[in-house]
């Protein structure tokens, strides 16, 4: 069985994960809502990495920064004159499209892996169109416009008049709201180098070409570490961050087989960048950048000391010398990873057959239990008082660690692969033996049945809390 996007999108629409935005109203074009267990999937996959990045981590330290900035930021980060992307329109059918991504496609297609679109130029581009022939998609014509410049940055008014000295834009990455507190964060948490700062939040982008469901949105959030250390011991740092990333993925789940680690040639590289990696997911469209890892030197520091005035070295104690710092930033987005760990997670298995000889087939989606929307089911064999009620009450109590979820409709066995489907490692169910009956003697406790081996174990009920708690751990 082919994992697809369109069964990935399916079960998301359906189950709650994630529906479209605006639907009542025919939508928003690439917008999407994280419904009730989308939302415990992404607060989970958030949480995971704060936890890792910040709450275990000796070095970082969390910031959550405000959406809106003095404008002026954006010209120092260079986002207002060159966050661009090369736009060019299709003459034949009016077909919009990044230049640089139609020439990518169209290389993938013919097999070609000797172009590199990031380390060319607008006119390079558009030359390399001409001469090759590249077509346009949409209808196999090769007949485009000149590429203009499209600032990807979304803007906005703040306060009562609309000119152009009110004019703010909703930040294109949370890093820059990292820079320019560095000084506060340093001065009021004391830290020495080498330290970082974390921050998980909105951004905002008017794509061109959005799309792939939650993969390419205009608002996204991301999860940036900046990490701030000593020039000179920056590669150090580097690899590092990017073993560190690399092991966070693997450790929920995601297999290496999926994934493939980018190191950047040096013509590739961005002007300020001494090392890059772009850390790719395979996802059923291809592969897709999830995680870069960058080396920016002290390129951001600098610029914002250039355009705010203020000092923003850092002063060495040991070396009774003032420096800028080297930044290493890995930057990953918290919608794009959950795609990615929804991917990784959509399993269909054969389990049998069923009366007429066709398969059964029991869809299930392996999630780390970490990032499952629920840690486990509470499911009574009847919905008879004597039952329901010791449910309730095992529900409450385990509602108090963690998202539970309660179902007393339908054979036992339509509600185990209910919970298969949304991803629940664990599910618990009383009957009337727990209870006991006339016949039998209460037993006092519970059938626990896991998501992927199928296998069940019978423990006292006052001990599923301990056992859900050991084996949801990260
Ligand atoms: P791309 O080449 O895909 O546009 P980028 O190189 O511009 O991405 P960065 O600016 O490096 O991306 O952003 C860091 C991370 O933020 C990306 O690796 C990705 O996970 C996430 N991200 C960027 N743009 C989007 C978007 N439009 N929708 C969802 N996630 C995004």
């Known amino acids: 069985?082919?994992?697809?996007?369109?069964?990935?999108?399916?079960?998301?629409?359906?189950?709650?994960?994630?529906?479209?935005?605006?639907?009542?109203?025919?939508?928003?074009?690439?917008?999407?809502?994280?419904?009730?267990?989308?939302?415990?999937?992404?607060?989970?996959?958030?949480?995971?990495?704060?936890?890792?990045?910040?709450?275990?981590?000796?070095?970082?330290?969390?910031?959550?920064?405000?959406?809106?900035?003095?404008?002026?930021?954006?010209?120092?980060?260079?986002?207002?004159?060159?966050?661009?992307?090369?736009l060019i329109d299709c003459k034949a059918c009016k077909m919009r499209h990044r230049a640089?991504?139609?020439?990518?496609?169209?290389?993938?297609?013919?097999?070609?892996?000797?172009?590199?679109?990031?380390?060319m130029t607008n006119d390079e581009l558009v030359a390399f169109i001409r001469d090759n022939g590249v077509t346009c998609p949409g209808c196999g014509k090769s007949d485009f416009t000149d590429i203009r410049k499209f600032n990807l940055m979304f803007k906005t008014h703040q306060g009562v008049t609309e000119d152009s000295s009110t004019e703010v834009y909703l930040r294109p990455e949370t890093a820059q709201g990292i820079f320019v507190n560095f000084p506060a964060i340093q001065r009021t948490t004391r830290k020495k180098l080498p330290f970082g700062v974390c921050q998980v939040g909105k951004s905002f982008r008017n794509e061109i070409t959005p799309g792939n469901f939650i993969f390419r949105i205009r608002e996204f959030e991301q999860m940036e570490l900046e990490f701030f250390c000593q020039p000179g011991t920056d590669l150090e740092w580097f690899s590092y961050w990017r073993e560190f990333c690399h092991k966070w993925l693997n450790d929920l789940g995601i297999s290496d087989e999926d994934l493939r680690l980018r190191d950047h040639e040096p013509e590739e590289l961005a002007f300020y960048s001494k090392a890059t990696t772009d850390f790719e997911f395979m996802f059923p469209f291809g592969w897709g950048e999830l995680w870069g890892v960058a080396d920016r030197t002290d390129y951001d520091l600098k610029q914002h000391q250039e355009h705010s005035g203020k000092d923003l070295t850092y002063f060495d104690q040991e070396k009774n010398e003032h420096y800028i710092p080297y930044v290493i930033e890995p930057s990953l987005g918290a919608d794009r990873v959950t795609l990615a760990f929804l991917v990784e997670a959509y399993d269909e298995e054969v389990v049998g057959q069923d009366k007429k000889g066709n398969d059964d087939i029991r869809t299930v989606m392996r999630f780390h239990p970490a990032l499952a929307p629920f840690k486990c089911a509470v499911l009574p064999l009847s919905k008879k008082e004597v039952l329901s009620g010791p449910a309730q009450q095992l529900r409450d109590e385990l509602a108090k660690e963690f998202m539970v979820d309660y179902d007393d409709a339908g054979s036992i066995g339509k509600r185990y692969r209910r919970q298969d489907e949304i991803g629940t490692p664990f599910c618990i169910t009383l009957d009337f033996q727990t209870v006991g009956d006339e016949t039998t003697p209460a037993d006092g406790c519970v059938t626990i049945r896991e998501r992927d081996s199928m296998q069940q174990v019978r423990i006292p009920m006052s001990e599923v809390k301990d056992y859900i708690a050991q084996r949801i751990r990260f």
């Open 1 to 86: 069985t082919e994992k697809t996007m369109e069964k990935i999108v399916a079960l998301c629409k359906g189950r709650g994960f994630v529906y479209p935005g605006s639907e009542i109203y025919g939508g928003l074009a690439n917008s999407w809502d994280y419904g009730p267990l989308g939302v415990e999937l992404k607060n989970n996959v958030k949480r995971a990495w704060w936890k890792k990045f910040v709450q275990e981590n000796p070095y970082n330290v969390g910031l959550d920064a405000a959406i809106l900035m003095n404008p002026e930021v954006w010209v120092a980060s260079g986002h207002v004159s060159t966050f661009n992307d090369p």
């Open 100 to 119: 640089d991504k139609l020439i990518e496609d169209w290389c993938a297609e013919q097999g070609r892996t000797d172009v590199n679109v990031e380390a």
